[in-house]
């Protein structure tokens, strides 16, 4: 029974590595004599980095060679993919997992472009030294077909890195000469970290500044500032509460420059505008010291707590006096 023809295919593409791996070897043996540099042009792209490399990486190198007549490559010198090289006997760890190659021809020779891939198949407890081996092509010559002659490529080292690291490590003896020990960059953060703190202290500064009743900053010493502090010390009885009232009268007096009363309050307010929005509190201070001071104290007074609202009605005016936007006095009216 004979072999069917794609037992016969299989064969022959099989003893066609085979011979094409021996040649290569053959090839890589025999030592040749180099061609003349004025024949040859040769650009190297080498990967970008050459260090932190673990297995299964792949390492992508681009030659560029132009060649000269009468020199001609000679296709069976290039690297076999698969092909795993060796190194004084020991396996490298490298293989050629790819190759492509694009020639161009013209009058003055031909440029072949290789594009090689390969694999790392190699790893260790530690960084260990590697490289892309030297390729040694080889070229004919076509005027002399018996003159071969060989061209090297130079080799690419690098370190692969292993995958985890065991046991003790000292970093001084495998870090990488050629490697600036990694700094973090902090000027960002302590940008940010500097524009926040200031932030936060114009932040504490005003809300000093709102709800402060010292007198620290400028016009945190005015006359309703005081007057806060003043009434915030006196006692809720009935004597407390007419000192505290006749603590407002003079501060609205010393603001307003004269005695201020129900009968001149607007004019008051054209003078000083920012009390405006606290009119209607000032009017209902005007009635509570007329029902203090000139009514029976016996009748219970309009306000259930007067010194708590005398004293919102006091941070209301600080406001005023500040600039700021006044918060309305809030009372127990009853």
């Given at each position: 029974?004979?072999?069917?023809?794609?037992?016969?295919?299989?064969?022959?593409h099989l003893f066609t590595m085979c011979l094409m791996c021996f040649s290569h070897q053959l090839y890589a043996e025999v030592k040749l004599p180099s061609v003349d540099d004025q024949f040859v042009e040769l650009k190297?792209?080498?990967?970008?980095?050459?260090?932190?490399?673990?297995v299964g990486d792949i390492l992508n190198r681009k030659?560029?060679?132009?060649?000269?007549?009468p020199y001609q490559l000679i296709d069976e010198s290039l690297p076999i993919v698969g092909y795993e090289h060796r190194y004084k006997g020991q396996v490298s760890g490298i293989e050629l997992s790819a190759i492509n190659k694009k020639t161009t021809v013209n009058s003055e020779g031909e440029t072949h472009v290789l594009d090689l891939s390969y694999q790392v198949f190699k790893t260790g407890r530690v960084a260990k030294p590697a490289a892309l081996r030297a390729e040694i092509l080889r070229l004919r010559n076509t005027e002399n077909v018996k003159e071969v002659v060989e061209y090297r490529i130079p080799?690419?080292?690098f370190r692969i890195s292993p995958l985890s690291v065991i046991g003790q490590v000292k970093l001084d003896q495998e870090m990488y000469p050629f490697i600036p020990p990694l700094t973090l960059d902090s000027s960002n953060v302590m940008f940010r970290i500097k524009l926040l703190?200031?932030?936060?202290?114009?932040?504490?500064?005003?809300?000093?500044?709102?709800l402060g009743t010292h007198a620290?900053?400028?016009?945190?010493?005015?006359?309703?500032?005081?007057?806060?502090?003043?009434?915030?010390?006196?006692?809720?009885?009935p004597d407390g509460i007419k000192q505290a009232v006749s603590r407002v009268h003079?501060?609205?007096?010393?603001t307003a420059g004269a005695s201020l009363f129900s009968n001149n309050l607007d004019v008051f307010l054209i003078k000083k505008p920012a009390f405006a929005p606290a009119k209607q509190e000032i009017?209902?201070?005007f009635g509570l010291s007329h029902q203090v001071f000139f009514e029976d104290s016996s009748h219970k007074l309009h306000h259930e707590k007067p010194k708590a609202w005398l004293l919102s009605l006091c941070k209301t005016l600080r406001n005023c006096e500040r600039g700021l936007v006044p918060d309305i006095a809030q009372g127990d009216n009853t």
């Open positions: 029974m004979q072999p069917s023809y794609t037992t016969r295919n299989a064969f022959i190297l792209e080498d990967p970008t980095r050459d260090a932190g490399y673990v030659i560029t060679l132009t060649i000269k007549k080799s690419f080292s703190a200031g932030l936060l202290g114009l932040a504490l500064l005003g809300l000093l500044y709102i620290w900053l400028p016009r945190m010493g005015a006359p309703f500032a005081r007057a806060y502090r003043d009434i915030k010390k006196m006692n809720e009885s003079e501060s609205l007096n010393k009017e209902q201070f």
